[in-house]
């Protein structure tokens, strides 16, 4: 046994680690690998086979381990927190993506459960797609991001009763009142197993993790987290319900405790490893010569289901009351198709509900929505311009534009692009000082409430010409971009440097992997949230150490001018996988050893040309001097420190070693 299952894993982990690390190099969902390997390696193509048994077993796993993590991170407080507007946008575009698709697909000639089942594969969205690519975008904050991950977690949440509903419809050849009575009785065991995970988690999974934490050993809270989230799969299924749904009421009692983030954090090792199986097990049932003969089919299913789920979600979220740009954006957000209508669709297959042919249809449907999705999320913006080019404001959550008339004719006045923390901290600060300023953001509730409040906040995008001149750009003291969205940023600045070049501007970022660049656009200062932390904690770790206070001072003020070089000064690694692509133009310390044969030993460091390039150190027999003079000599074995950007210390390196 152990001989024919070893080489198989090893076989199987082999070319996942392979396919995983190329498809996260291009920037492609791990998802789309593990799907590739379970083809590589399923009995539909040429080439070494695995066992499909086990890994569709140990699959099993991760879809409860996938549905425990969603339940945490749907505890009954968020839930009701979120009933207005996501669980009501959330519900509506669940139940008619199904209702809209099933109906096409039972027009088609499907069953009516088949049809069902298309249907509920159609409504689910790639949560971990739309997370993963709004955070490189920096959208993850803006208000399209927040409605279109929180609609997409819902979506999640909506699939336990498909996990319910979808095996029972198993039983429809018995006839319509049979299978009504075994729904009734399904949903009837569904209450039992929440009472039962309420009582049983009200009364028992707090006390039992605070004597497990109290004992602070971190294998034996891996331990109880396994064996909570497993028997609770256990009891569902001894109901005759799925695993998975039993993983989530214990995931969701658990999420109302003070150990959801370090549950979450320990188990999501066993779920990325078990749900990259799972995958695999999916990637097995796909049938690549079946392509041929259900290419059309599926790409016309891919249609459907991308023109039905935009449109829907875009018509939906208008009705709530929400601006169309906004709209469109979440719709295109949400039109790809996701990897948990993967695992409703082996649920279908397992139950006999639907036709491996047509399961072959609906599985390459949802693979080529996948596919071109991440396209839609790039460009969701364009493509909501392309779909509302005139966009209005009108319902509940209206938010007034800019005019002049509204804004009062201001001089000298401060204009900040972004009002959200810190762009209203910002705002406090100069109504403390008497100094007038107008904001701009594009979240209309928060615009709403803010100009109701009295202050002047308007809606409107600062990276258009035209709202910035409605503002008062000709007139303007000051501009403070604070948002973080540096392409955003940037428009900004190429429209200042067009009207007032003469107008500073002060440029919010996370770091400073991107200060040249706004610098070069413009900007007159560029503030990096990670500089100004770590000169905050060295200003307070000097005051702790009894440095005086104006020394302290004098410090801080020196980085601030020096443009925080001592910050900035770091040594990164050259490991291309843990170097980001901005950070490779980032200025870097370097170090160079002299050889003996070098052409610049014996001359004085004034005397060499490095180009730009600073010389922050000097090591010498192990003694480190901090910005050596300029008339010190060079020596041989000497350890020249450098700062700069990396072609300057190239060249610089190149001087220095002949």
């Known amino acids: 046994m152990i001989d024919q299952f070893f080489p198989q894993t090893l076989l199987l982990l082999g070319v996942a680690v392979t396919v995983v690390v190329a498809f996260q190099r291009l920037r492609i969902p791990s998802s789309l690998g593990y799907l590739l390997v379970g083809i590589v390696l399923g009995p539909h193509t040429v080439g070494p086979v695995i066992d499909v048994q086990p890994i569709r077993a140990l699959a099993e796993f991760g879809i409860v381990f996938l549905l425990f993590t969603i339940g945490l991170s749907f505890s009954l407080p968020q839930i009701h927190a979120l009933r207005h507007l996501v669980l009501g946008l959330g519900t509506a575009q669940v139940l008619l993506t199904t209702l809209i698709v099933g109906f096409l697909a039972w027009l088609a000639g499907l069953p009516a459960a088949a049809a069902f089942v298309v249907g509920a594969v159609f409504a689910q969205s790639s949560t971990t797609m739309i997370s993963k690519q709004l955070i490189e975008q920096g959208e993850e904050h803006r208000r399209h991001g927040r409605l279109g991950i929180a609609m997409s977690l819902f979506q999640d949440v909506t699939a336990v009763p ?14 319509a009142g049979v299978l009504a009575g075994a729904l009734g009785w399904a949903f009837a065991k569904a209450a039992l197993a929440c009472a039962l995970v309420f009582v049983l988690g009200r009364w028992v999974l707090r006390p039992l993790f605070h004597l497990v934490a109290e004992r602070r050993s971190a294998e034996l809270f891996t331990l109880t987290v396994l064996f909570v989230s497993l028997i609770a799969a256990w009891a569902t299924h001894r109901l005759g319900l799925s695993l998975a749904f039993g993983a989530f009421l214990a995931g ?25 199986l799972f995958f695999v097990g999916i990637g097995m049932l796909f049938d690549p010569s079946a392509v041929l003969r259900i290419w059309h089919w599926a790409l016309l299913g891919a249609t459907v289901l991308l023109f039905v789920k935009t449109v829907l979600v875009a018509r939906i979220v208008r009705l709530a009351g929400i601006d169309a740009p906004t709209a469109w954006r979440i719709g295109w957000l949400l039109a790809v198709g996701g990897e948990f209508g993967f695992a409703l669709l082996a649920i279908a297959l397992d139950a006999g509900v639907i036709e491996p042919q047509v399961g072959q249809i609906v599985l390459t449907s949802v693979l080529f929505s996948i596919i071109v999705g991440p396209f839609f999320i790039r460009y969701n913006a364009a493509l909501a311009r392309w779909c509302a080019p005139r966009p209005t404001l009108e319902g509940e959550d209206a938010a007034p534009p800019p005019s002049l008339e509204a804004i009062g004719r201001f001089r000298d006045h401060v204009i900040i692009c972004g009002y959200g923390r810190i762009g209203q901290n910002v705002a406090h600060f100069l109504e403390k000082e008497h100094i007038p300023y107008v904001a701009l953001d594009l979240d209309p509730a928060r615009v709403k409430e803010a100009h109701a409040a009295g202050a002047r906040v308007f809606y409107g995008d600062a990276a258009e010409r035209d709202i910035l001149e409605a503002v008062g750009l000709k007139t303007a003291r000051l501009v403070v971009i604070s948002h973080e969205d540096v392409s955003s940023a940037l428009k900004v600045l190429h429209h200042l440097r067009a009207v007032r070049a003469d107008l500073p501007v002060m440029v919010r970022t996370r770091d400073e992997t991107r200060v040249r660049e706004l610098r070069t656009a413009g900007a007159a200062e560029v503030v990096p949230e990670t500089l100004e932390a770590s000169l905050m904690i060295a200003a307070h770790a000097l005051l702790l150490l009894d440095v005086p206070i104006s020394r302290v001072v004098r410090r801080v003020r020196e980085q601030r001018e020096g443009r925080y070089r001592l910050l900035r000064e770091f040594f990164r690694s050259d490991h291309r996988s843990a170097e980001r ?30 180009a ?6 000097l090591v010498r027999r192990r003694e480190r001097r901090l910005t050596p003079p300029l008339e010190t000599r060079l020596e041989a074995g000497d350890i020249v420190v450098l700062f700069g950007a990396p072609d300057d210390l190239r060249r610089a390196e190149c001087v220095l070693l002949g």
Not at 162 to 175: K, Q, S
Not at 252 to 276: A, C, N, W, Y
Not at 612 to 617: I, K, Q, S
């Open 252 to 276: 969701m009692m658990l999420g109302e405790t003070e150990f959801r983030h370090q549950v979450e954090s320990t188990i999501r090792p066993f779920r990325d490893v078990l749900l990259g």
């Open 612 to 617: 730009g390039v600073v010389v922050t150190a």
């Open 162 to 175: 498909f996990v319910v509903i979808i095996p029972v419809l198993g039983t429809a050849a018995a006839g």
């Open 581 to 610: 692509l901005p950070e490779r133009d980032a200025h870097r310390l370097w170090s160079v050893v002299l050889p003996a044969d070098s052409p610049v030993v014996g001359r004085p460091l004034g005397e060499i040309d490095l």
